[in-house]
């Protein structure tokens, strides 16, 4: 099976704006590889002026908030690195059954790859001014330069995912007798994964493999 790879722009992003910057791309790629009926729902960010489309899922969202909160775990632990965050989607093929186990295979048609470089900590500025003068602040400054090139490289992504789907269309399998808003995935991050939405640890290359055996 031909996997269609897309190596999305890398962010250089703070600490606390991870949550969001995840979300907004996690669930645009979601919502764009949607199955069905779907309740669009318009998330405007509060750290930037963008507006992405959720698919109304709750089970979803929860799902995407608990493999954020393992990426920022794991920041906080392997700090100054820069991060890899893996969205698959994969068809499910029945294996012939064993004595002990019966195998499924899972053939990954799609993988996405969200790279971040995130920043050290900034401590706040402690100096005080004895001047009447008023007195500009560069680090005030540079924040909200790195800020705006923040937001324009993450419009950027976005836009990288819209002309991603509507070019890579043809390797998209039938669409499963599924329940669930999406076709099965996972998320990975280092040795940590979400299979179809559930967590297992796992080893750190497993995603870039275009077929895995796994018992069931």
Known sequence: MNCEVCQLKELDVEHFEIREV????????????????VRPKDIDL???????????????ERKIDEKIDQFLDRVEKHPNKKNQICLSFYEVKNKQPTWFTNKVERLYWEQWYINLN?????KGHSGKSTS??????????????????????????LFQII???NEKKDHIPPIPNLEGVSFPYEITISRFCIWNG?????APN???YDAQLTSE
């Open 163 to 165: 002309r991603f789907v």
């Open 22 to 37: 995840l979300r907004c791309i996690l669930h645009t790629i979601l919502f764009h590889r949607a199955l069905g009926l």
């Open 118 to 122: 995130v920043a050290q900590h900034q």
């Open 132 to 157: 009447s003068k008023i007195v500009v602040d560069p680090e005030a400054e540079e924040r909200t330069v790195r800020r705006a090139a923040l937001e324009a490289s993450l419009r950027d992504v």
């Open 46 to 60: 509060e750290l930037f002026e963008i507006t992405y489309v959720q698919c109304g899922d709750v089970e979803l």
């Open 198 to 202: 559930n967590v297992q640890e796992d």
């Open 206 to 208: 497993r995603a870039s």
